[in-house]
């Protein structure tokens, strides 16, 4: 099998190992790629956001698959360019896209559909969008309508924030055309994860359950980032009424549960509650209207205390999410996004087992960033890495070139990832520390608490 990963992050690195593990004869071509997919895949330079290279690419290639990591190609119509010369792609279309690149779409859909997440009025007009803020009270949450690099929402801690995000966005048009449009939107109360799921439109196939952690500096300090790491699987506090347990089996003290029955959710229950409120009627919304989703969709979940509730969709897998998920992910990738390319159904993929296909054991991320990240990056420091590689560790590449002596060097804000996979969460936070601190480059940035939510919770468990 021949594939074509678009794309040159951690993400894309983190699918081609997976692509290469399931399958040792896979033959990958990525664009752009990078220095780290390099090792797996001939890499290509066509940017990722230029269909027309990327068509010129494929028609010559002939993959089996193209599969599209990030979201603006997707946002760009990359697979109906594709569809239209039967070139088999994974990914939704531009319309199905909308779920991510239109947040006022995506909104309309879940009001329509009866998904659970915060409410929130449209606003185009600065003095209608304050009113709406005072309505609601802080904290409030001004969001950019389009996509606006992981910039474009405010969680306002008072009505001076609100407006003053407000006023950026509709009056001085930080965001261009992407803030002409906003939501002014409640505010949620819990514990945020990325939930994600593989679907030919109808049927769906999860992937563990991961959070991001979005803060530059430990504790959940610091300037907001793409995101400094990630874990896998997470066992939120959910409610439940039957008795699921957690990873001690312990029950859950207090907090957003006041009044009711709150548990330690195994992790399926959380997985099936979010399939069955909120995924099942999103897709079947999108099918209605004519533009079902195949392809990856992204939940990102509050988990309130009424339940879970839909932050945002995304039309594509996360990062880095997905570098701390792939390497727990027991089924293969290829046949399944091959066949919902080729208009197939998941079919027997989908057969409510789905959970002993994923590896038994915890994945911890830690992401290494450049000096100056998030606000200015710097590039071209060299980069060093310990000469050996532990079992169970995978340093997925995110902005790493080759500088012309042929040295790595820096090349972006997000550097490298580091995935360590151990059967228990405490000795993956470890070693993948201890990896990323082992790394060498000048400025580095990295996180030693990825996870601490879910370590604090196998604390008071046991
Ligand atoms: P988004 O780009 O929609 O993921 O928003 C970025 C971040 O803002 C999310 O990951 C949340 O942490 C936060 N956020 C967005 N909407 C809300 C909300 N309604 N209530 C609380 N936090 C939110
Ligand atoms: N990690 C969040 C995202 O990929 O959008």
């Given at each position: 099998?021949?594939?074509?990963?678009?794309?040159?992050?951690?993400?894309?690195?983190?699918?081609?190992?997976?692509?290469?593990?399931?399958?040792?004869?896979?033959?990958?071509?990525?664009?752009?790629?990078?220095?780290?997919?390099?090792?797996?895949?001939?890499?290509?330079?066509?940017?990722?956001?230029?269909?027309?290279?990327?068509?010129?690419?494929?028609?010559?290639?002939?993959?089996?698959?193209?599969?599209?990591?990030?979201?603006?190609?997707?946002?760009?119509?990359?697979v109906d360019r594709f569809r239209a010369r039967r070139l088999p792609i994974f990914g939704p279309t531009a319309a199905a896209a909308a779920v991510e690149s239109s947040k006022v779409f995506a909104k309309e859909l879940m009001r329509s559909a009866g998904v659970p997440t915060a409410r929130a009025e449209r606003h185009t007009r600065a003095d209608d969008a304050r009113r709406a803020a005072r309505e609601l009270g802080a904290p409030v949450v001004i969001k950019a309508s389009g996509l606006a690099a992981g910039k474009g929402v405010t969680v306002a801690g008072t009505l001076a924030e609100a407006d003053a995000a407000i006023d950026a966005m509709l009056t001085q048009r930080v965001f261009g055309a992407a803030g002409a449009e906003i939501l002014v939107e409640e505010h949620m109360e819990g514990e945020e994860v990325s939930l994600l799921f593989l679907t030919d439109g109808e049927g769906w196939?999860?992937?563990?359950?991961?959070?991001?952690?979005?803060?530059l500096l430990d504790g959940d300090l610091g300037p907001n980032t793409g995101g400094m790491g990630a874990y896998a699987p997470v066992y939120p506090l959910v409610l439940t009424t039957g008795g699921a347990r957690g990873p001690g089996g312990g029950q859950a003290a207090g907090g957003a549960t006041d009044g009711v029955e709150g548990r330690w959710a195994d992790w399926r229950t959380l997985v099936e509650l979010v399939a069955e409120r909120i995924v099942e009627p999103t897709l079947a919304a999108l099918r209605d209207r004519g533009t079902p989703f195949a392809g990856v969709l992204y939940v990102g979940v509050m988990v309130t205390a009424e339940g879970p509730k839909v932050v945002e969709f995304n039309c594509r897998m996360g990062d880095p999410e997905t570098q701390a998920i792939l390497p727990l992910t027991g089924f293969s990738l290829a046949p399944l996004m091959r066949a919902v390319a080729m208009g197939e159904s998941l079919g027997a993929g989908v057969d409510g087992r789905w959970h002993r296909q994923l590896r038994r054991e915890h994945a911890v991320t830690t992401v290494v960033a450049a000096a100056g990240y998030p606000e200015h990056a710097r590039t071209g420091d060299v980069i060093r890495l310990p000469s050996t590689t532990p079992a169970g560790v995978h340093v997925f590449h995110a902005g790493t070139a080759r500088a012309p002596s042929g040295e790595l060097v820096t090349a972006g804000g997000r550097v490298l990832a580091v995935t360590a996979v151990a059967p228990t969460l405490a000795d993956a936070q470890r070693v993948s520390v201890a990896y990323a601190g082992a790394i060498e480059f000048a400025g580095k940035q990295y996180r030693t608490d990825i996870a601490w939510r879910e370590l604090g919770r196998h604390a008071r468990a046991s």
């Open positions: 099998m021949k594939v074509l990963i678009v794309g040159g992050g951690g993400r894309e690195h983190a699918l081609a190992w997976k692509l290469r593990d399931e399958d040792p004869g896979v033959d990958l071509v990525a664009a752009p790629g990078n220095p780290g997919i390099g090792t797996l895949a001939r890499c290509r330079p066509v940017a990722a956001t230029d269909i027309d290279g990327l068509l010129a690419l494929a028609e010559s290639e002939r993959p089996d698959l193209t599969i599209v990591g990030p979201e603006a190609p997707l946002a760009l119509g990359i196939l999860p992937f563990l359950p991961a959070q991001d952690h979005k803060r």
